[in-house]
């Protein structure tokens, strides 16, 4: 099963722009990327997908360059309610995707 | 209604007992999913099913089996429990060919503690 690299934590303060980048040196040419986000003591839930170039939705954008070897999860403004561990995951329709450890983000008044 | 519900949400046993996680969903999905997770650490996948005849082994399938007893139903069971299979086990579903490709949806959890 792939695996992402992703960094352990990051901190940041409410109304900031936090980008959280994964590595993916070996993504295979059907993998997409996908982000999760996890509160504690609750399942993962999914934030954005892409498989190259930007997408944009309400919470969050996905970037990943030309040679997909890694993505930017970028969140904008964010409030307490952010805080939370983020998982990048490679993967295909095949389901067959696997969670790293994520990156805990704390966001600070 | 939740789509997707674990019972129990919490169980204590004691080593060498059997012990089976339900997982029910009302979405509608082919595909369901078990993850355990340990404190500090990211979810691995147990076993998955694509359809009721399609049962695949995860990362971590030792010591575990699954059953899938309907499209929308999802049991595993540890056939005698150990101490360090206490952990926070994950059911999760999704939809083939749907977009986004293969999200999935997750239950609330089932916390195990193996005495």
């Known amino acids: 099963l792939a695996k992402t690299t992703q960094p352990i934590s990051m901190d940041s303060y409410e109304g900031q722009e936090v980008n959280i980048t994964c590595s993916h040196n070996n993504i295979a040419t059907n993998d997409y990327i996908t982000w999760y986000q996890q509160f504690p003591s609750q399942g993962p839930r999914f934030i954005i997908q892409g498989y190259k170039t930007k997408v944009t939705n309400e919470v969050a954008s996905l970037f990943i360059p030309a040679d997909r070897k890694s993505s930017t999860l970028s969140l904008p403004r964010v409030s307490l309610s952010d805080t939370a561990v983020y998982y990048c995951l490679e993967g295909t329709n095949a389901g067959k995707s696997t969670f790293g450890d994520g990156t805990t983000l704390t966001v600070k008044p | 209604d939740a789509d997707v519900t674990q019972t129990p949400r919490n169980r204590i046993t004691k080593t060498g007992k059997r012990i089976m996680l339900e997982c029910s969903q009302t979405?509608?999905?082919?595909?369901m999913y078990w993850y355990r997770q340990d404190p500090g650490l990211g979810l691995r996948l147990i076993y998955y099913?694509?359809?009721?005849?399609?049962?695949n082994k995860g990362e971590i399938s030792d010591g575990y089996s699954v059953s899938r007893q309907a499209q929308a139903k999802f049991s595993l069971s540890l056939e005698s429990a150990i101490p360090n299979q206490t952990a926070l086990y994950f059911c999760a579903t999704s939809d083939w060919g749907q977009a986004p490709n293969n999200e999935q949806f997750f239950g609330p959890g089932t916390r195990l503690t193996v005495l």
């Open positions: 979405k509608g999905h082919d595909r």
């Open positions: 099913s694509f359809d009721v005849k399609d049962i």
